[in-house]
């Protein structure tokens, strides 16, 4: 068996691959990239490459890092799955998304007892299983963000091999994966790609950031397409969430968005699959999720904060922060019908105008995810505390049906379809004692600035903080969490019953509401969805033919609906 080794590193003068027992030289070619063939390596071979003789140093497009990402890399066979040619895949219009962080799913916190609660999402009713970022990090327990080898699956979640096995279990079970990925940043340790060639150019918040349009630039781009070619194709992944596509610094003429469409694009005709991206962007731009034949980037959809921000401060009474121009129940109602509410409009925690209008005429909904919560909006909180620790059940079951027959996709974060009580804070598992004082002290520093002070914080370099994260699987069995579930598994029926609740035009949509009451009504087509948030009973003027649902039982008696406080009813007039 022979394997060729190659690898990019333009300012070298000498690489040489590194084995167990042996030093070979490799030899320059074209473009920067330095090639050797061995001819007893395979599958298991461990690898690493020194440059100009220095220290070996990780294969940058490593699949496998069985000892951590300082370590030597290993070869591993990843390849399309036999299964693969029997999945049609799963594409995003109609669909209900559940977000799932890996190592805190279950109490195993691997991708083999992830596939044990699989089934329970099929019960649920949800389509696509969004994975938070798999690849290589430094430490045992983290979020996942502070990736530093994109080609290789963390050995803490179980290896590549657990991947690929875990994404046939989710197939076989007619669940989609939708796997997030980083490229606008990489971790604090264990970033050795400068090392190789210039793939830095510049830093952003969270560290340093890709050259995406300077010298060396081609390549460093292709490092990327091939990474979303790798994880669709070989892992049989559907669709990939990009993280942070506002802190990607391109001023070339063609982004790497549109590039990056245009090649999944290509890709799905290929493997004759729908493949899906999505961004998570801060820009409030709709210009992202334009097709590229109107002039946009051509992603499929894009996360939606402004739905989360009214959603929740609505709830919670919050408006601190970037909650600040929320809160209002006119401005809920705004972005149940048109998803930015900085719109090219004043936003006063940026202090400036933000964001450009939606053509609700010509934008189909289901290109906006719509969710109560989601990792980023937990795990920033100082005590990673859920809505179910400020908002009663009732309050959960109101926010859950305004997503779920809403014109948008629906997200679910992991457990929040009972209300589970557990938090889910921020972690890392850094070995350098001095990075651990810097993730201390940023992060208290990071939550001062929201009003939270140090004895608020968790610390998260602990490993109770990581530990309390898990989800408590007993709960969903107890109350009220069991209501709370029944209410979810409800919601998504009715949505694959009724074609208004995933029509996805947006123009038709329209809100209802009544401030001092605390009321919306919500209009798809003939179906309503009447609201109560407030604290008292109250009678709507509403002819009501049908009742669909009602959780806590509905009055209709003389072209009135009466809802109890803090519930809901979808009914047909």
């Keep these: ?12 003068s000498s690489v040489g691959l590194v084995l167990d027992d042996r030093t070979v030289a490799m030899t320059g070619a074209a473009e920067g990239w330095w090639r050797v063939t061995v001819p007893d390596a395979g599958p298991g071979t461990d690898y690493a490459f020194s440059l100009d003789g220095g220290e070996p140093l990780p294969d940058p497009r490593s699949r496998w890092q069985p000892h951590g990402v300082h370590a030597p890399s290993r070869l591993v066979d990843v390849e399309p799955s036999p299964a693969d040619a029997a999945w049609t895949g799963r594409s995003l219009p109609g669909s209900v998304i559940y977000e799932m962080h890996v190592g ?7 991708f083999a007892s992830a596939e044990e609660r699989l089934d329970h999402l099929v019960e649920l009713g949800v389509d696509l299983v969004e994975v938070l970022p798999v690849n290589a990090f430094d430490g045992t327990r983290g979020w ?3 990736g530093v080898l994109w080609y290789a699956v963390t050995e803490n979640y179980g290896g590549p091999a657990a991947f690929r096995r875990f994404v046939d279990a ?5 669940l989609g994966v939708v796997l997030d990925v980083v490229y606008n940043h990489l971790g604090p340790s264990g970033a050795y790609l400068d090392r190789f060639g210039p793939y830095f150019l510049g830093e952003n918040v969270w560290g340093p950031s890709l050259n995406l349009d300077g010298p060396g630039s ?6 990327i397409l091939d990474n979303v070619t790798m994880w669709l194709r070989d892992f049989g992944v559907d669709a990939l969430r990009l993280d942070a596509v506002h802190a990607l610094r391109d001023a070339r003429a063609v982004h790497l968005l549109e590039e990056m469409a245009d090649h999944v694009a290509s890709l799905a005709a290929h493997l004759r699959r ?14 992202l999720i334009t097709s590229r034949e109107a002039g946009g980037y051509g992603l499929d959809a894009q996360w939606c904060d402004d739905i989360h921000h009214a959603l929740h401060s609505t709830l919670t009474g919050e408006t601190q922060g970037y909650y600040a121009d929320f809160g209002s129940l006119a401005t809920l109602a705004e972005v149940l019908h048109h998803p930015f509410h900085h719109a090219g409009t004043w936003s006063s925690f940026r202090g400036r105008t933000h964001g450009r209008p939606v053509d609700l005429l010509r934008t189909p909904g289901h290109r906006f995810l719509a969710y109560l919560q989601d990792h980023d909006q937990v795990g920033n909180r100082a005590a990673g505390d859920r809505l179910s620790a400020t908002v009663s059940p009732g309050l959960l079951a109101c926010g859950a049906a305004l997503v779920f027959c809403s014109p948008y996709t629906p997200m679910i974060f992991m457990g929040e379809e009972w209300g589970a009580r557990t938090p889910w804070a921020f972690f890392v598992g850094f070995d350098d004692p001095e990075l651990q004082t810097a993730v201390r002290e940023g992060r208290t520093k990071e939550f001062a600035e929201h009003g939270w002070g140090a004895s608020d914080v968790p610390d998260p370099t602990a490993e109770s903080t990581f530990e309390a ?10 109350e009220p969490h069991g209501a709370l579930l029944g209410v979810y598994r409800a919601l998504i029926a009715l949505r694959r019953a009724h074609p208004e609740l995933t029509d996805p035009h947006l123009d038709p949509v329209r809100v209802d509401h009544d401030a001092e009451a605390r009321t919306l009504v919500v209009h798809r087509g003939s179906l309503r969805l009447a609201v109560n948030l407030g604290g008292a009973s109250v009678s709507l003027s509403m002819a009501a033919s049908e009742v669909l649902y009602a959780p806590s039982g ?3 008696a003389a072209d009135t609906l009466t809802l109890e406080p803090e519930s809901f009813a979808l009914v047909r007039t």
């Design 1 to 12: 068996m022979a394997h060729e080794f190659a690898v990019w590193a333009p300012t070298s």
């Design 104 to 110: 805190t799913f279950t109490p195993g916190g691997t």
């Design 144 to 146: 996942g963000y502070d």
């Design 170 to 174: 989710c197939h076989a079970r007619g």
């Design 218 to 223: 081609d390549t460093v781009r292709a490092y």
């Design 274 to 287: 729908p493949l899906t991206l999505i961004a998570e962007s801060d820009l409030n731009d709709p210009r």
């Design 469 to 478: 994260s898990k989800l408590d699987w007993s709960e969903p069995s107890r």
């Design 554 to 556: 509905v009055d209709t």
